[in-house]
């Protein structure tokens, strides 16, 4: 069956460093990948889309890998802040309709 | 636009009564799904619609739920008789195309 995993433990890392978060799947061969951040209480929001041609998507602080062989996505915060802490869901779709597959999700914790 | 909206944002019931959840999606928007969030299963997808019709409702537990969407700026869950394993936040979100979803703020239900 179709699995999608995110680091299950919460990543706690230094104000300013680069946090990097890991998205695996398995017996699945999606055409786009997303991540999503949510915060508590509240709906996930977008953030990044990256295409499954394409290995590298970058916006603003943010950088987002896709390795098809490897079957893993790699989501990069760099120069973290506290406001970034958060938990972060990759989410994988297939390509000829909408539906979308989450993750469980990682929890960030950024340390001033 | 105001952005997704979902009703109410809480909501409590006991074992046994009928449920009703409300979403009014995006204007333009003719993708709307429907989304429960656990800790233990994380955002799982229950059902999604285009142009108003059910597309994929592999999501739904059980006959115990039920989905519409009767015009393009409406839709409801329904949950009837609602269990306490229902306990959740549901999450309805909509979208244009394979870019992003726009989620709402959720509703918190609790089943006693």
């Known amino acids: 069956s179709q699995k999608i995993e995110q680091n299950s433990e919460a990543l706690n890392i230094q104000e300013g460093k680069t946090a990097t978060l890991t998205c695996n799947y398995t017996n699945y061969s999606p055409a786009y990948l997303q991540w999503y951040r949510q915060d508590p209480g509240r709906g996930p929001v977008f953030l990044l889309l990256?295409?499954?041609?394409?290995k590298e998507k970058r916006k603003e602080r943010l950088k987002v890998t896709f390795d098809t062989t490897l079957k893993q996505s790699l989501f990069h915060i760099t120069a973290s802040q506290p406001a970034d802490s958060a938990t972060y869901l990759c989410a994988l779709l297939s390509g000829g309709y909408q539906k979308v597959t989450f993750g469980t999700g990682t929890k960030l914790q950024v340390i001033p | 636009d105001a952005g997704v909206i979902q009703s109410p944002r809480h909501e409590v019931t006991e074992m046994g009564q009928e449920v009703t959840l409300r979403c009014k999606p995006i204007s333009g928007h003719d993708y709307l799904f429907w989304y429960r969030q656990t800790m233990m299963r994380g955002l799982e997808l229950l059902i999604y619609f285009n142009n108003n019709v059910p597309i994929d409702d592999s999501g739904m537990p059980e006959d115990r739920f039920s989905a519409k969407m009767p015009n393009a700026s409406f839709s409801t869950l329904k949950i009837q008789p609602s269990e306490p394993r229902d306990s959740a936040v549901y999450f309805c979100?909509?979208?244009?195309?394979?870019?992003?979803?726009?989620f709402g703020p959720g509703t918190r239900l609790t089943v006693l």
């Open positions: 990256i295409r499954e041609n394409e």
């Open positions: 979100a909509s979208t244009s195309s394979y870019n992003e979803q726009f």
